[in-house]
């Protein structure tokens, strides 16, 4: 498996992982990405500001996700718990894998990528959130050295004010 930095010629893969996701989610009754969440332009700004990614299999995208050192406004505020470092952050979003993948341990070559790739296995904090009833993603993280760190909700998008399950690792 191949994981790179997506371009503008990886949008209609992509956008049709998010629209499989989508399906997934609402036949395991997880009301995630229900309302058109990640828009187009979404996407597009992830593309345009280097933080999409893709995973390719024999030249076929399998997998999408966003690392992003913006912090995201829906961090500043964590009921049920807390966020173990108030710095700097990568954050992980939008985590796709292809309905025909699962189960082969993709979701945690991305994050290995992340760790070992972009931030080139250097002392750095990361973050992520998932849906409540998003068990899935929730083991993933887990299973990958993630802390549950409590709730958040999120700060804008269509779901805004919805709560989401937040995790954080610190890598040293």
């Known amino acids: 498996m191949n994981i790179r930095q997506a371009t503008e010629q990886d949008f209609s893969a992509i956008r049709a992982l998010y629209d499989q996701a989508r399906v997934f989610f609402r036949e395991n009754g997880i009301n995630q990405w ?3 969440y990640p828009e187009d332009e979404i996407l597009y700004g992830d593309i345009a500001g280097g933080t999409s990614y893709v995973a390719l299999e024999r030249g076929k995208v399998v997998a999408a996700f966003v690392a ?3 912090k995201d406004p829906s961090y500043e505020t964590i009921a049920d718990g807390w966020w173990r470092l108030d710095q700097d952050y990568i954050a992980i979003h939008r985590v ?3 309905n025909a993948c699962k189960g082969r341990g993709i979701g945690s ?7 070992h790739e972009i931030i ?5 904090y990361l973050k992520a959130d998932t849906h409540i009833d998003n068990h899935p993603m929730q083991r993933l993280l887990q299973k990958n ?3 549950r760190a409590g709730v958040i909700r999120l ?3 269509s779901d805004r004010g919805a709560k989401r ?3 954080d690792k610190i890598i040293k």
């Open 34 to 36: 229900q309302k058109g």
């Open 68 to 70: 992003t050192p913006q």
């Open 96 to 98: 796709a894998v292809d």
């Open 109 to 115: 070559q991305l994050i290995a990528y992340v760790e």
């Open 120 to 124: 080139g296995g250097k002392p750095c």
């Open 145 to 147: 050295g993630f802390r």
């Open 155 to 157: 700060a804008c998008g």
């Open 165 to 167: 399950v937040a995790f």
